[in-house]
């Protein structure tokens, strides 16, 4: 037999206030049974801890210039570009004024690596992935709802409100770096 839907009764034609309680402290239930359930399933995952802690290591030296590889970092996505001299140069020079976010180049990149640009790849909007070589700015463009990023990975235009995220990083040496 198929579930019937369930059914409301009141004693009268409107809720009395006490229904009204009743189905209230119902879902104050249902949301507490989901806050001392979350505890208890996040300790029964084994890795949880390492994954927190996990850091990479990356080769630099096979990325060409002008181009982008996209790697994983504790299961989100990484843009590593290899910046030309043109993208540099242009993202230095972009007054702050023009930002919605507003970060210098230097802040974007590490002193004496300004050709690396490392930043989670995922749109500060909804968190798309947006695409590379793209958009009014020639940096990235995220289709979703149309937000551009410039060469320093900063957003310039569409909904998204902040610059792509940074990760942490450092390099170990001028062709490897370590992520997290
Ligand atoms: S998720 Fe990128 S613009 Fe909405």
Same mark, same amino acid.
């Given at each position: 037999m198929a579930d019937q839907p369930t059914q409301v009764q009141h004693d009268g034609p409107t809720p009395s206030r006490r229904d009204f309680i009743y189905v209230a402290s119902g879902a104050v239930g249902a949301v507490g049974v989901a806050l001392v359930a979350w505890p208890l399933i996040d300790q029964l995952n084994p890795d949880a801890s390492v994954k927190a802690l996990a850091s990479i290591e990356f080769d630099l030296s096979g990325i060409e210039e002008g181009q982008t590889l996209t790697i994983m970092w504790r299961g989100l996505p990484v843009f590593v570009r290899h910046r030309t001299a043109d993208n540099i140069t242009v993202a230095q020079n *972009?007054? $702050?004024?023009?930002?919605?976010?507003p970060e210098p180049d230097s802040a974007r990149v590490k002193e004496g690596h300004e050709q690396w640009l490392i930043m989670i790849?995922?749109? *500060?909007? $909804?968190g798309c992935i947006p695409v590379g070589d793209?958009?009014?700015?020639g940096g990235w463009f995220c289709p979703c709802h149309g937000s551009h990023y410039d060469t320093?990975?900063?957003?310039?235009?569409?909904?998204?409100?902040?610059?792509l995220v940074l990760p942490p990083y450092d390099f170990v040496s001028d062709t490897l770096v370590q992520i997290g």
């Open positions: *972009t007054p $702050l004024t023009d930002l919605k976010d790849a995922n749109c *500060t909007h $909804l793209a958009g009014d700015f320093a990975g900063r957003v310039r235009k569409g909904p998204a409100p902040k610059n």
